[in-house]
């Protein structure tokens, strides 16, 4: 591959801190600095991509921040970014498929499964949600439980609870 490095930058947000990541003009991670699978995220990309880490501000991740500061501020309801998929093509297909959940609404697992043609696939969809190394612009924290529930978010309910607030416009305060 010809560049073997995947540019990174750390960005407060107002629900948690990220991980940004650009690989060749590509966006591949968005990901939770604390969540409990980042070492299996950060390896995936890496052997995936043949690629190691070096923090540094690229266009793209200087765009990816504004966009991300545009959402929280309830001026961006869709994210215009070049996204790259690192993962088996299961998961691909479910990220792809979470992309298509709008902006303030939710999905269960469930509904996710069968929206793939796959209903009893639930557990595996619910195995590659938690895997997305793109959090927030690949709307994981979207899905919910078949109660409407909130279920497990890579970073924590908390932050899941005042995503989908802003989303839903709600007066919850993120600050």
């Given at each position: 591959m010809q560049n073997s490095i995947i540019?990174?930058?750390?960005?407060?947000?107002?629900?948690?801190?990220?991980?940004?990541?650009?690989?060749?003009?590509?966006?591949?991670?968005?990901?939770?600095?604390?969540?409990?699978?980042?070492?299996?995220?950060d390896k995936r990309l890496l052997n995936g991509l043949q690629a190691t880490f070096e923090t540094q501000l690229t266009p793209l991740l200087q765009?990816?921040?504004?966009?991300?500061?545009?959402?929280?501020?309830?001026?961006?309801?869709?994210?215009?970014?070049?996204?790259?998929?690192?993962?088996?093509?299961?998961?691909?297909?479910?990220?792809?498929?979470l992309q298509q959940i709008e902006y303030g609404k939710t999905q269960t697992y469930l509904g996710l499964?069968?929206?793939?043609?796959?209903?009893?696939?639930?557990?595996?969809v619910?195995?590659?949600?938690?895997?997305?190394?793109?959090?927030?612009?690949?709307p994981c924290h979207r899905i919910v439980g078949s109660n409407q529930e909130l279920v497990g978010y890579a970073g924590g309910l908390s932050?899941?609870?005042?995503l989908l607030a802003l989303e839903q416009g709600s007066q919850l305060t993120l600050f």
């Open positions: 540019h990174i930058h750390h960005y407060s947000s107002p629900v948690g801190e990220l991980i940004l990541g650009d690989y060749n003009n590509q966006l591949c991670l968005c990901d939770w600095q604390y969540r409990k699978m980042r070492k299996e995220v765009e990816t921040v504004l966009q991300l500061g545009a959402y929280f501020d309830h001026k961006l309801k869709h994210f215009d970014l070049p996204l790259l998929l690192v993962g088996t093509d299961f998961q691909q297909s479910v990220w792809k498929a499964a069968k929206q793939l043609n796959n209903p009893k696939a639930i557990r595996a619910a195995s590659a949600n938690g895997a997305n190394a793109i959090s927030i612009i690949i932050a899941k609870r005042k």
